[in-house]
């Protein structure tokens, strides 16, 4: 016992509880922290490819090894695919002009040349990749949970159904009626411009599809089944309504008794 009490006195003591207490954290983490996204998987040609494309196209902004520029465009390593395919296959990216945020646009790239720019930008760093089919797959989510995360989660920007909304200084949360489902999920993974990144820690993948499904249901025609969406933009569009047809019907009918009654 003399020994044991001499021991946990020596002055090498917390030392040594300090490096157990850090593996113990570390073991923690490593068994509890989220699976990162797996690698992409790309032809040696497809990755040469985006090399060429983003060379010619992206480096007189964000570098020729996408390494950025100070005030001018950030860097790209550590992004991964998935943040790669949404910007520029909205054509957000190459952006037209200077602005507090990147509008979408017609494309310029091909199918097959956004992928090859994101391949390319993959092998750059760790960062999240592009969903599957399956994941992106309408068919398999729930609508209803997706309803759930959407509104509370995006509908302070997006508006209830996706229908958009302003924010400050400029900026905007675009509509979402025609983005497709692999743009929405990739989207939620990366968090462009204003919108924050809900990985897969914050929202799940089957949540994240759910999502997408709910937001499908949006698009079909029996969307509205209450009659006119008055554009879908919420209490403002039915405020003037009320203030203008309903008010203005009730001033009409008064204005009519009182010339009856006379």
Known sequence: ??????????????????L???????????????????????SPDQIAEGQKLFRANCASCHG??????????PSLIGVGSAAVHFQVSTGRMP?????????????????????ALAAWVATLG???????????????????NGMLVFR?????????????GALSQGKFAPS?????????YEAMLTGPQSMPVFNDAN??????????????????DNASPGGANLGAIGPVSEGMWVWIVGMGALIAAAVWIGAKSS
């Open 126 to 144: 760790p960062g999240p990749s592009s969903p599957t089919a399956e994941q992106v797959d309408a068919s398999l989510g729930d609508a209803a």
């Open 20 to 42: 157990l207490a850090l593996l113990a954290v570390g073991g923690v983490y490593a068994i509890a922290a989220p699976t990162p996204a797996a690698a992409d998987t790309s």
């Open 176 to 184: 979402l009626f025609h983005t497709t489902p692999q743009q929405i």
């Open 95 to 115: 952006m037209a002009a200077s602005a507090p945020q990147a509008p979408a646009k017609p494309p310029q790239f091909t199918a097959a040349q956004t992928k």
């Open 152 to 164: 509370t989660n995006c509908a302070m920007c997006h508006n209830a159904i996706g229908a958009g």
């Open 64 to 73: 020729m090894s996408a390494e950025g520029r100070d005030g001018i465009a």
């Open 1 to 18: 016992m003399k020994a044991l009490a001499g021991a946990r006195r020596s002055r090498f003591a917390p030392v040594l509880l300090m």
């Open 203 to 220: 929202i799940t993948p089957e949540a994240k599809r759910d999502v997408i499904a709910f937001l499908m249901e949006q698009r079909a």
